[in-house]
């Protein structure tokens, strides 16, 4: 009966979860980040912030399903505390993993511990810890790495890609092994900002994130606060086992200071102030980047209007001696045309001349003729 009120609970939180996605961005498809459109991603920010509140809800209850199976079967204190471990660890892990700002990222980093915390487990520095309950570890293990093996299959949707991210994530958390307390374990964040880091958000794409995190934060900070009283309750619990061991007085007045802060209204003004100062680092940051590419973007535009007028410039100055060439050419031309013309005429008068001359003469022998036989 309690398994089936924690199932139809779930059920509820998730559907609320999954249709208050749907209300919110920018947009149908979402606003893709720097990571996405750095890896050519074809799911949308959407799609994977989607996935992630789903998987923060289905996640934090396998392992606590896991760690409860554990500490029914055995009354070992150091078994108790691990399990209590396991579920407090776990459940704040897997929810900061998939509580980062970048969707894509969330579920990279939400992959690579599922398969870090299942290596734990099975071979690495987990594999005996739980002793005979090794088994209910290594399945929840499993579980976890199954639940979000098929999430990503789901969301990638080509086989190929899906099998690239996979091999990509697997072979990162072999190399980085983790133990408890999983707060303490290797992230692949670093990597991936390295990949972002190649590619720019434009001015639209930077808006969108902005709305999309402000959605998004009203959407964590439920799932967080549903979360909270059973990890407050579980840290009392591994406080009271320790305080069979320790000083009791200590260990039970940090438990309860622990409590009354937390649940105090100093703690939630905290939390308030940590969330509203999260929203504005971003939205400074967001807003620092459109700035910069503002300033980019006039800058090329002014170098784009300066490379076009020299270009035009040149093709005047080119245009201008290319005309100067034609006209020397042209006026060489004319020259011998006259040249040729002056010639022409020049002969043309000589020859007149020549034939006044001859007509002269013949016309002189002529009257000299006449003359002489009149005589």
Same mark, same amino acid.
């Given at each position: 009966?309690?398994?089936?009120?924690?199932?139809?609970?779930?059920?509820?939180?998730?559907?609320?979860?999954?249709?208050?996605?749907?209300?919110?961005?920018?947009?149908?498809?979402?606003?893709?980040?720097?990571?996405?459109?750095?890896?050519?991603?074809?799911?949308?920010?959407?799609?994977?912030?989607?996935?992630?509140?789903?998987?923060?809800?289905?996640?934090?209850?396998?392992?606590?399903?896991?760690?409860?199976?554990?500490?029914?079967?055995?009354?070992? &204190?150091?078994?108790?505390?691990?399990?209590?471990?396991?579920?407090?660890?776990?459940?704040?892990?897997?929810?900061?993993?998939?509580?980062?700002?970048?969707?894509?990222?969330?579920?990279?980093?939400?992959?690579?511990?599922?398969?870090?915390?299942?290596?734990?487990?099975?071979?690495?520095?987990?594999?005996?810890? $739980?002793? &005979?309950?090794?088994?209910?570890? !290594?399945?929840?293990?499993?579980?976890?790495?199954?639940?979000?093996?098929?999430?990503?299959?789901?969301?990638?949707?080509?086989?190929?890609?899906?099998?690239?991210?996979?091999?990509?994530?697997?072979?990162?958390? =072999?190399?980085? &092994?983790? %133990?408890?307390?999983?707060?303490?374990?290797?992230?692949?964040?670093?990597?991936?900002?390295?990949?972002?880091?190649?590619?720019?958000?434009?001015?639209?794409? %930077?808006?969108?994130?902005?709305?999309?995190?402000?959605?998004?934060?009203?959407?964590?900070?439920?799932? =967080?606060?549903?979360?909270?009283?059973?990890?407050?309750?579980?840290?009392?619990?591994?406080?009271?086992?320790?305080?069979?061991?320790?000083?009791?007085?200590?260990?039970?007045?940090?438990?309860?200071?622990?409590?009354?802060?937390?649940?105090?209204?100093?703690?939630?003004?905290?939390?308030?102030?940590?969330?509203?100062?999260?929203?504005?680092?971003?939205?400074?940051?967001?807003?620092?980047?459109?700035? !910069?590419?503002?300033?980019?973007?006039?800058?090329?535009? $002014?170098?784009?209007?300066?490379?076009? $007028?020299?270009?035009?410039?040149?093709?005047?100055?080119?245009?201008?001696?290319?005309?100067?060439?034609?006209?020397? !050419?042209?006026?060489?031309?004319?020259?011998?045309?006259?040249?040729?013309?002056?010639?022409?005429?020049?002969?043309?008068?000589?020859?007149?001349?020549?034939?006044?001359?001859?007509?002269?003469?013949?016309?002189?022998? %002529?009257?000299? $003729?006449?003359?002489? =036989?009149?005589?």
């Amino acid at each position: 009966m309690e398994a089936t009120r924690l199932l139809s609970a779930t059920t509820l939180i998730l559907l609320t979860s999954l249709l208050g996605a749907g209300c919110v961005g920018p947009g149908p498809g979402g606003s893709d980040t720097a990571l996405i459109k750095a890896t050519e991603s074809e799911a949308t920010a959407s799609e994977y912030r989607a996935a992630a509140n789903s998987l923060a809800i289905r996640v934090p209850g396998l392992v606590e399903l896991t760690g409860n199976r554990m500490l029914d079967q055995t009354s070992d &204190p150091g078994i108790t505390k691990l399990a209590l471990l396991w579920k407090i660890e776990g459940t704040a892990a897997f929810q900061q993993a998939l509580f980062r700002q970048d969707p894509l990222g969330a579920a990279v980093e939400t992959w690579t511990l599922a398969i870090q915390v299942q290596d734990a487990v099975e071979t690495g520095a987990l594999r005996d810890a $739980f002793g &005979p309950l090794q088994p209910i570890a !290594r399945q929840g293990a499993d579980s976890i790495r199954q639940t979000i093996d098929d999430e990503s299959r789901a969301i990638v949707r080509r086989p190929e890609r899906y099998a690239e991210l996979r091999e990509f994530v697997t072979r990162w958390a =072999h190399d980085n &092994p983790i %133990s408890l307390p999983f707060s303490t374990r290797p992230s692949i964040q670093p990597l991936l900002a390295q990949i972002a880091s190649k590619q720019e958000l434009g001015l639209a794409e %930077s808006l969108g994130s902005v709305t999309a995190s402000v959605a998004d934060l009203s959407t964590k900070l439920d799932i =967080h606060v549903a979360s909270l009283p059973k990890s407050l309750r579980w840290q009392a619990e591994l406080a009271t086992l320790d305080a069979a061991t320790t000083d009791t007085g200590r260990q039970t007045r940090a438990v309860l200071e622990r409590a009354d802060a937390l649940l105090s209204q100093k703690g939630v003004k905290e939390l308030s102030d940590l969330a509203l100062t999260s929203v504005r680092d971003e939205r400074i940051a967001i807003l620092d980047d459109i700035e !910069r590419q503002r300033v980019d973007a006039f800058d090329r535009m $002014f170098k784009e209007r300066l490379a076009v $007028f020299e270009a035009i410039d040149a093709q005047r100055r080119a245009t201008l001696a290319d005309l100067d060439v034609k006209i020397d !050419r042209s006026l060489q031309q004319v020259d011998a045309v006259a040249n040729r013309i002056l010639l022409r005429v020049g002969l043309a008068i000589g020859a007149l001349m020549v034939l006044a001359a001859l007509l002269a003469w013949l016309v002189g022998r %002529s009257g000299a $003729f006449r003359r002489s =036989h009149g005589a």
